[in-house]
């Protein structure tokens, strides 16, 4: 059976009027079985009980109980085996297994007592109908037990097959809310660190602007004509203060400092005028890529900038990655409304075709969206990713710097 009809076949399971469906044929079969061999008034009333009861087997599971035992009352008040009865039989003794009603051990105990009973009701109507039965202590009067102990062997291999069935859904399910936490707690430790990285970025904006106030600061003193003593010190407090900042800053990012990330700080912090570079080298890399620049360039915070590249960065990395070949357009718009709107879209496979992608885009557990996300919400923007219109991927990001 191929997967896509195993999915069908268990999906028409699991649906709610499937009992209903079920147990209705049974019914209409075990009618019909009725009309066709006439039984007593006890085989009729436990051919049709068990029957009619599996219609509520899934939402009162112990209506089973009661399945089961119509169904032997009904073979032990006749000595015909009604298929329906067979077949109700099953599903009750399945049913029991499956939800676990009782112990499978005590359920198959009492299924083994009641296939007792009515072999012996059945002995007994031989003897009536002056079959040739041996009596219980002559040689080959065990084979007289023979039906009870078939009726057993199929009761406890219903049963033993509804646990089985049950003890794999529960290891199934255990199994799907562990990888869920595991994936859960994976993205969150890379938001984490996105953070850290983060902030280990911004240490250097923040640093040189900081550094620049206190050499500033320093230099007025020394180049201000006229300056009153009040003044000198005042330009020296803000000196001091900036040091003490800069001073305070190193600690902060001794903190956040890994030794991956002890080298990553010499460089200087790329900006939107270095997005040209960034595309020729996704280009020299067999990658196919076109930047497209609309509206009026403007000095943006080196947050925004910053961010902005940054984003543009791991969304090609992601188009390499998972549609290597595909033409990537990146788009870069300085919107007159103050927001600059970033898009990066490719032309490669549906966002579902790609591993790694993380919950926007599957079932991976990629983290690239998620620091893009944290990348985005630094600046207060926001970005969404997933299918493009025209197919493919898209990363759009609005990054309003009107209040930077």
């Given at each position: 059976?191929?997967?896509?009809?195993?999915?069908?076949?268990?999906?028409?399971?699991?649906?709610?009027?499937?009992?209903?469906?079920?147990?209705?044929?049974?019914?209409?079969?075990?009618?019909?079985?009725?009309?066709?061999?006439?039984?007593?008034?006890?085989?009729?009333?436990?051919?049709?009980?068990?029957?009619?009861?599996?219609?509520?087997?899934?939402?009162?599971?112990?209506?089973?109980?009661?399945?089961?035992?119509?169904?032997?009352?009904?073979?032990?008040?006749?000595?015909?085996?009604?298929?329906?009865?067979?077949?109700?039989?099953?599903?009750?003794?399945?049913?029991?297994?499956?939800?676990?009603?009782?112990?499978?051990?005590?359920?198959?105990?009492?299924?083994?007592?009641?296939?007792?009973?009515?072999?012996?009701?059945?002995?007994?109507?031989?003897?009536?109908?002056?079959?040739?039965?041996?009596?219980?202590w002559q040689k080959g009067s065990l084979s007289l037990f023979a039906e009870s102990f078939l009726l057993t062997v199929v009761i406890f291999g219903a049963v033993m097959m509804g646990d089985a069935v049950r003890s794999r859904e529960e290891t199934r399910t255990e199994r799907h809310l562990a990888q869920a936490q595991l994936i859960a707690m994976e993205r969150q430790q890379a938001a984490e660190a996105e953070r850290a990285a983060i902030a280990r970025e911004l240490h250097d904006i923040v640093s040189h602007s900081v550094s620049m106030i206190a050499v500033q600061a320093e230099s007025a003193t020394y180049t201000t004509p006229g300056l009153t003593p009040e003044g000198r010190e005042g330009f020296q407090q803000i000196a001091a203060t900036a040091r003490s900042s800069m001073a305070e800053l190193r600690r902060l990012l001794g903190v956040l400092r890994t030794s991956q990330a002890d080298t990553a700080l010499t460089a200087p912090q790329p900006t939107l005028g270095h997005l040209a570079e960034l595309v020729e080298q996704h280009r020299a890399v067999g990658g196919v890529a076109e930047l497209k620049v609309t509206g009026e360039r403007v000095a943006l915070p080196a947050a925004w900038e910053l961010s902005a590249y940054r984003i543009t960065q791991e969304a090609l990395t992601n188009a390499r990655k998972h549609a290597p070949g595909a033409r990537t357009v990146v788009e870069l718009d300085y919107g007159a409304d103050r927001l600059l709107t970033l898009r990066i879209r490719d032309d490669g496979p549906a966002p579902g075709a790609r591993p790694d992608m993380g919950s926007d885009t599957g079932t991976g557990a990629g983290h690239g969206l998620t620091g893009m996300r944290e990348r985005a919400a630094l600046v207060g923007g926001r970005l969404s990713a997933g299918a493009g219109p025209d197919g493919g991927f898209l990363v759009e990001a609005e990054l309003p710097w009107g209040t930077g």
């Open positions: 059976m191929s997967t896509s009809l195993q999915r069908r076949f268990r999906a028409w399971i699991a649906a709610p009027a499937y009992p209903w469906a079920t147990g209705g044929v049974l019914t209409v079969g075990a009618v019909t079985e009725l009309i066709v061999i006439p039984g007593s008034v006890t085989t009729t009333v436990g051919v049709l009980v068990s029957a009619a009861s599996l219609m509520w087997r899934r939402s009162f599971p112990p209506v089973a109980v009661l399945t089961v035992a119509a169904g032997l009352l009904g073979f032990a008040g006749d000595v015909n085996l009604y298929l329906s009865i067979m077949a109700s039989g099953l599903v009750g003794c399945y049913s029991l297994g499956r939800h676990r009603v009782l112990h499978p051990a005590m359920t198959v105990a009492g299924g083994a007592l009641g296939a007792l009973c009515v072999n012996l009701v059945h002995i007994n109507t031989w003897s009536r109908m002056e079959l040739p039965v041996p009596a219980l």
